[in-house]
């Protein structure tokens, strides 16, 4: 069993940044973010294989969200910025053991957070 633990997100006005930082209790195949805005399905947001270095982004953030490259194996660290309205969701960190599929689909992970509220004011 892993656990996730999350912080960081917050309320921000639009063109501001926030920062949301994941940490896995074992080592982990991948780590990722998640994002569930009301109506929405859930959608991959980022995501870093730790044992390859690999970091991955949704179309959608590429250019204003960064995967810190301070991490270590088992953490997540995403800089937000330029932030805007579309961006306001809960956001979730999600964790697999292994590959079961590419990182931006939810069935491809297991272990999920409690999610952080992100609220981008316009």
């Known amino acids: 069993q892993v656990q996730l633990v999350e912080s960081g997100g917050g309320s921000v006005q639009a063109g501001g940044s926030l920062r949301l930082s994941c940490a896995a209790s074992?080592?982990?195949?991948?780590i990722a973010w998640f994002r569930e805005a009301p109506g929405k399905r859930r959608e991959g947001v980022a995501a870093?294989?730790?044992?390859?270095?690999?970091?991955h982004y949704a179309d959608s953030v590429k250019g204003r969200f960064t995967i810190s490259p301070d991490n270590t194996k088992n953490t997540l660290t995403l800089q937000m910025s330029d932030l805007k309205p579309d961006d306001t969701a809960i956001y979730y960190c999600a964790a697999a053991l292994r590959y079961t599929g590419p990182w931006y689909e939810a069935a491809s992970l297991n272990y999920w957070g409690q999610g952080t509220q992100v609220t981008v004011s316009s």
């Open positions: 870093r294989y730790p044992w390859t270095s690999e970091k």
């Open positions: 074992s080592d982990i195949y991948t």
